[in-house]
């Protein structure tokens, strides 16, 4: 690599989180590549919330969030049908933001989360920073373990400890990308409620499907915003700059959260980034703009893929291809970084996780012929 590319010259520490070394091919971060952000299309949309806003725009903001986004996202949240109103729904600063908002009002410290064995490690430690204890329970090819869920509460149960709740990302999960099917989902559902254990479902990535599969329901959907709270965020759709996500929860939790301290004092979180997206989704600006994303991330979902060849376990959706064998430390010694299965979990062998978001697909190419020569795997073309 020559040096950064023109819209990179200004991605520089400082102003942003991750920055590689030159002449490394960057496979680590979830992050979308600069190029797939959409500045046009989000210097639009605030332009558009000031002019019609007003002075309204830049005021404390209605505590849950605005209506017209809870609205929008309330509609878009019921694909089975089971309807969901705007007093489902919470406006957040992310999701990160909205999984410590959970950590610290749902929980305390010394309480367990049951989560999936290799899982998104931020999240965990939002987690552990607040003393809360994660515990994996077993994963096979479909998803979490219900018998592994109800055995688990059970026995931290048994043992004193309290289950604050189990946190799964069960669409185009990070780092595996494996998406949980419906059948699997509602027996989670139901182990879950059967044993009366909450559960927090991030769904970052359930508008990134990248092939024609059936996308089931959501966890939250399945089981009537009750006993279920999903956490969804526009920082894999339009970009993380924002910092804008909502949840998805009982109008009694919702509620409880809005009347609280931190936004009766703040007023609804990210007030004026809130009426500029939705803007975007009332006119469908906002799914045109899904339609491209999802075209991007399957080029270069493609490419990599291809480089690497036979073998390989290709994600559904998402931004991430897990890849056992790979060890990162080797895989860096060739020129790309990669993240260490070991930052999700405990994974038996070595395994690394390869993210085709931040990346062209020509980089994800050469990335992956590198690894593919590591590997000793054939590439299809
Ligand atoms: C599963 C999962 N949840 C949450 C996040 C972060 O979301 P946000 O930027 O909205 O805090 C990520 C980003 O990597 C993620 O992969």
């Known amino acids: 690599m020559d040096g950064p590319r023109p819209h990179r010259l200004r991605w520089v520490p400082g102003i942003v989180q991750a920055v590689a070394p030159d002449g490394v091919a960057d496979l680590a971060p979830g992050y979308l590549d600069p190029e797939l952000l959409p500045t046009g299309l989000i210097a639009d949309a605030y332009t558009e919330a000031l002019e019609e806003y007003g002075a309204a725009a830049l005021t404390y903001g209605e505590n849950q969030g605005v209506l017209p986004l809870r609205q929008a996202l309330a509609e878009r949240a019921a694909t089975g049908g089971r309807p969901c109103g705007p007093e489902h729904v919470l406006v957040t600063a992310g999701t990160s933001h909205a ?3 959970l950590a610290t009002t749902l929980a305390r410290a010394g309480d367990v989360v049951l989560c999936e064995p290799v899982c998104y490690d931020f999240g965990r430690r939002i987690l552990t920073d607040r003393g809360l204890l994660p515990s994996p329970i077993p994963m096979d090819g479909e998803g979490p373990d ?3 869920l109800v055995e688990a509460a059970r026995a931290h149960r048994a043992a004193g400890r309290r289950v604050a709740f189990v946190y799964l990302v069960p669409t185009f999960h990070n780092p595996t990308g494996l998406l949980v099917g419906e059948h699997r989902r509602r027996e989670l559902v139901a182990a879950a409620r059967e044993n009366d254990v909450l559960i927090v479902e991030d769904d970052a990535y359930a508008e990134l499907r990248l092939d024609p599969v059936v996308m089931p329901p959501s966890l939250a959907e399945l089981a009537g915003y009750t006993g279920v709270i999903r956490l969804c965020t526009f920082a894999k759709t339009l970009g993380p700059g924002l910092r804008l996500g909502w949840m998805i929860a009982d109008p009694v939790l919702t509620a409880r959260l809005a009347a609280g301290g931190l936004l009766s004092s703040g007023g609804g979180l990210n007030h004026l980034a809130s009426l500029a997206v939705a803007t975007l989704l ?6 045109r703009r899904i339609a491209r994303l999802r075209e991007g991330l399957r080029a ?3 490419a990599l893929v291809t480089a690497l060849g036979g ?3 290709v994600p559904h959706g998402g931004f991430f ?4 064998g790979l060890d990162a430390g080797a895989a860096e010694r060739a020129g790309v970084r990669v993240a260490d299965g070991a930052r999700f979990g405990a994974p038996p062998g070595p395994v690394s996780r390869l993210s085709y978001s931040f990346n062209p697909p020509e980089e994800l ?3 992956g ?3 593919a020569a590591l590997l000793d795997l054939t590439p299809t073309a």
């Open 365 to 367: 190419a050469a990335a």
């Open 300 to 302: 270069r979902r493609d």
């Open 146 to 148: 219900p018998a592994a």
């Open 282 to 287: 009332l006119d469908g600006r906002y799914d």
């Open 99 to 101: 999984l410590h908002l």
């Open 369 to 371: 012929r590198r690894l």
């Open 321 to 324: 291809l897990w890849l056992p």
């Open 311 to 313: 073998g390989v376990a």
